[in-house]
C-alpha cells in the first residue's frame, strides 16, 4: 500500500485540521458580536443620559441657564450609575433650537476609546466618539 493511499484513507486528526481553519473565523465573529453589543450598550447609556440630561435642564429660563443645569446634572451623576461611561469624559452642549424657538437640543459627545472593544480581534467597528441628542420642548405643548 502505497503512501498517498493511507494518507487519503486515513480520517484521523481531520477534527484538528478542520478546527485550526474554523476557529480563527469563529473566533473573529465572537468577538465581534461581544464588541457590537458593548458598544451598543455604551451607545444607548448615552442616549438614556441625554434625555435625561434634557429633563434636568428644562427648568432652565434661558440658553445659559439650561447648559448650567445640563452641566451640573451630569456633574451629579454618580460613578457606575450607568455601565460603561465614565462621566468626566462626556461632554454636553445645550443650545436652542434654531428651526423651532420653542425647542432646545442637549447633546452629548462621549469618548468611548477607554471601552475593551478597541483590544479585541475584531472586524468593523465604528468611531469611537458617540454623538446622541435629545431635543424637548419648552412650556409644554
Known sequence: ??????????????????????????????????????????THSVQQIAADTARAAIAGLSASERNALASAYIGAMKPGEFALINQKKLNVLVEDDKVRPNQFTVKLTYDASDLPIWNLMTFALPDSIIARSATIRIGGA
Open 1 to 42: 500500500m502505497s503512501i498517498m493511499s493511507r494518507f487519503t484513507r486515513d480520517a484521523s486528526g481531520v477534527a484538528a485540521i478542520e478546527f485550526a481553519i474554523i476557529a480563527p473565523f469563529f473566533l473573529a465573529v465572537m468577538f465581534t458580536m461581544v464588541a457590537w453589543g458593548l458598544y451598543l450598550g455604551a
